[in-house]
């Protein structure tokens, strides 16, 4: 059983990082064509921010196949028989915990070389060092609080219940709903500060595009997201009456009023079609098969491993495989997002009027500028990594004329990120 699971996991990493070499050849030779979407020379500057970004995907890819062997050859074991505690809860809680701050560790250098060497270089890093380990401190904080809580819970369901992989499984899933919920309010209070829009135009303009929808809001939001990053970006976040639309200050700096709009109208079609509900509904299937393969394992794998049959071995083992789990649901949960962004894209187009596909088509592609988002990707990368369709699909399907470019020579396509 433990050769199956590093053979599974083996096949993982050799096919993320099969995929980041044929993305990295790829983009090396098409940015040297004729540029698409891009002049010339933010063409040539997106390929190498790609190409970049993938190199360290794939030291990154690398190093997380040696920290898998490594924890099922001897770190497990190793945690197992250093930490000891006469309470059995604190000793499964110190196991897991021990396990999640080594690993936060070990990923610190690709977090600092990402945002002060890569970021920096391409010109999206705006954070200060201050700024950088004060977020650091307080997400590893959280981490620690929130996630002893939730080892605490799963003990407490595997110690108390037979089909515990199944009652830890709803656990889980109602703290991932909780996360929905609360995430605009714990990302207000650590993170960004968020201040009520005060353009009376603009609200008023957002609030009926929003009474459109039926979408019923705690309020529209600015975040000082500039403070850390160049990135343009917005989000709905929460649930119920918790729900409130947050504009990054950068959005709003770079898009048009009408840009804008065509922006929101396209993630307000996404809650008109219940795409959130949707996205918690796949993400439910992830987890409930996930519990249910690591909830009946044979205790001849831990036999294997050289430890006990524990709750908090069999809680690393779950994190460990996670994301073989999740990179398989990836391509599932990637045909159904394309699908919901042209449904989104069609919303948007329709709550804009005449003119709302044009305006939207101008947001896509300023969008692809400001994030530097190299616009032509190797179709296997698309298919094991993209959520979005093709920015140039996207504008086909909104019947806009995006003149004569040929692509068909690189069996290329292309992606935003709205």
């Not at 993305?23 to 090396?28: E, Y």
């Not at 981490?143 to 089909?163: A, C, D, K, Q």
């Not at 005060?198 to 979408?215: V, Y």
């Not at 987890?287 to 069999?314: C, D, H, K, R, W």
Request: hydrophobic share 50%; with cysteine.
């Amino acid at each position: 059983m433990l050769m199956t699971i590093v053979a599974m996991y083996s096949l993982y990493v050799l096919i993320t990082i099969y995929t980041s070499v044929m993305q990295i050849g790829f983009v090396n030779q098409a940015k040297k064509k004729l540029p698409v979407l891009l002049g010339a020379s933010e063409f040539l500057q997106a390929g190498n921010y790609s190409v970049a970004k993938e190199k360290m995907s794939i030291l990154s890819s690398f190093i997380d196949y040696l920290l898998f062997i490594s924890w099922l050859g001897f770190g497990i074991s190793f945690l197992s028989k250093n930490i000891s505690f006469e309470n059995e809860v604190l000793l499964n809680i110190a196991i897991v915990m021990s396990f999640v701050v080594i690993n936060s560790f070990i990923s610190l250098p690709f977090s600092y070389y990402e945002k002060f060497v890569l970021d920096e270089k391409f010109g999206f890093n705006k954070s200060t060092m201050v700024q950088y380990i004060k977020d650091t401190l307080i997400a590893f904080m959280m981490t620690l609080l929130i996630g002893s809580l939730v080892v605490f819970g799963i003990y407490e369901i595997i110690t108390n219940f037979t089909y515990w992989w199944l009652w830890s499984f709803v656990f889980i899933f109602v703290i991932v709903v909780l996360i929905n919920m609360l995430f605009p309010t714990f990302r207000a209070l650590f993170f960004d500060k968020l201040t009520p829009l005060d353009n009376a135009e603009l609200n008023s303009e957002i609030q009926t595009l929003m009474d459109r929808t039926g979408f019923v809001s705690s309020g529209v939001f600015i975040s000082d997201a500039s403070k850390r990053d160049a990135r343009l970006n917005a989000y709905f976040g929460g649930l119920g009456k918790s729900k409130r639309v947050v504009l990054f200050d950068t959005l709003i700096e770079k898009l048009t009023t009408k840009e804008l709009l065509a922006v929101l109208g396209h993630e307000l079609g996404h809650f008109a079609h219940g795409d959130i509900y949707k996205n918690i509904a796949l993400v439910g299937g992830m987890l409930f098969a996930m519990f249910a393969i690591f909830g009946n394992l044979p205790e001849s794998l831990y036999m294997e491993m050289g430890v006990s049959q524990s709750p908090s071995i069999t809680m690393i083992l779950l994190l460990l495989c996670m994301p073989v789990l999740g990179f398989i649901m990836m391509p599932i949960m990637g045909v159904v997002s394309r699908h919901n962004e042209y449904a989104a894209d069609k919303t948007a187009s329709e709550l804009g009027g005449a003119a709302g596909g044009i305006e939207l088509a101008n947001a896509l592609q300023k969008l692809v500028s400001e994030n530097k988002s190299f616009p032509l990707s190797h179709p296997l990368y698309i298919f094991f990594h993209y959520t979005h369709p093709p920015v140039i699909e996207r504008l086909k399907a909104l019947g806009v004329d995006i003149g004569d470019i040929n692509i068909s020579s690189l069996g290329s396509t292309c992606q935003a990120n709205i």
